[in-house]
């Protein structure tokens, strides 16, 4: 199957068979990551920058190592090093990259709408790895691979999304991620951190109430609390989110048999999750979605930048 793709910035923009493409070819890229020499000339001659205005461990990371891994040459910049603390504006940092004959640009940015700019100044590739509240889209996609794998489908899953939804730009691709792949999703939060207008988001229900929603759920997704975006106090203190919100061992007992645990990282030990859900052998999916994020970077910028067929299984 064509895939007619461009950039990947709004996961809105994709079907069910866009996604689909993107987690099969996900998949065939594991055959890469677990034998000895993990290389491929996929996309040898590419050039991808990657711009992080904003820090992150796990995206950034496994953006490099993907990027290794298909054999592109890479530019790593962002924040401070860059000519933005000069007073540089956003659109002729990205027009000097470019002036390089660059490819593809990754970018993650504190500003919601950056990725789409630069797509529109640039003229390369764009993947959105995550701009201000709004969206993640390979967030996104590295947890519908890693739901697929626990669950076998995605089909009719029911989906519970708990915690921070308001300032969560992951919900801002999962939510409406979910919904294309078939799935049944349910925003649990108090109302403080839900955002003025949920159902924008694509949900089929949203509730305060966790412990209700807990055994009717095949998947429970727990959002980080992101105390650096909060504003006000939108809960008296984290010991009592913790005691409403938090899955940890006494609140497993509502959850199904076959109930699994995500959670995109950091986790905030103690608070989101404790130690025994976060490490639960049967339930958490946690470090499988952390892989999973090589495959889907590796997945959506072979498929955007059209490399080599040949370079899967060489």
């Known amino acids: 199957m064509a895939f007619n793709h461009r950039h990947l910035i709004d996961l809105r923009e994709y079907s069910a068979d866009d996604i689909t493409l993107l987690l099969d070819t996900a998949d065939r890229f594991r055959s890469v990551n677990e034998r000895r020499i993990k290389k491929v000339p996929t996309l040898k001659g590419f050039t991808v920058v990657n711009m992080f205005n904003e820090p992150s461990t796990r995206t950034r990371s496994s953006f490099e190592i993907a990027q290794k891994r298909l054999s592109c040459d890479t530019l790593n910049f962002g924040g401070s090093s860059t000519s933005a603390v000069k ?22 940015d504190r500003h919601a709408g950056a990725p789409h700019h630069i797509a529109k100044v640039s ?135 076959d109930a699994i645990v995500c959670h995109p990282g950091p986790v905030n030990r103690g608070v989101e999750l404790d130690s025994h859900m976060l490490y639960h052998p049967e339930r958490s999916v946690i470090i499988d979605q952390v892989y999973s994020g090589i495959l889907v970077r590796m997945a959506a910028m072979y498929l955007l930048l059209g490399g080599s067929e040949d370079g899967i299984s060489a």
């Open 123 to 257: 003229g390369a590739h764009v993947i959105d790895a995550g701009d201000g509240k709004h969206q993640h889209p390979t967030q996104a996609l590295l947890d519908l691979l890693s739901i697929r794998k626990a669950k076998g489908s995605l089909e009719g899953l029911r989906v519970g999304i708990v915690g921070d939804i308001a300032h969560s730009r992951v919900c801002g691709s999962l939510v409406p991620g979910l919904a294309t792949m078939g799935c049944e999703v349910t925003l649990i939060a108090p109302r403080t951190l839900l955002p003025a207008a949920p159902e924008a988001l694509g949900a089929h229900h949203v509730t305060t109430d966790l412990d209700e929603a807990l055994p009717e759920l095949d998947v429970v997704y727990m959002l980080r609390i992101q105390q650096e975006r909060l504003e006000n106090s939108p809960f008296p203190n984290l010991r009592e989110y913790q005691m409403l919100y938090g899955l940890d061992r006494n609140r497993e007992r509502l959850m199904r048999p």
């Open 87 to 108: 007073g540089e504006s956003l659109t002729d940092t990205v027009q000097t990259l470019c002036a390089y004959k660059v490819d593809m640009i990754v970018v993650r």
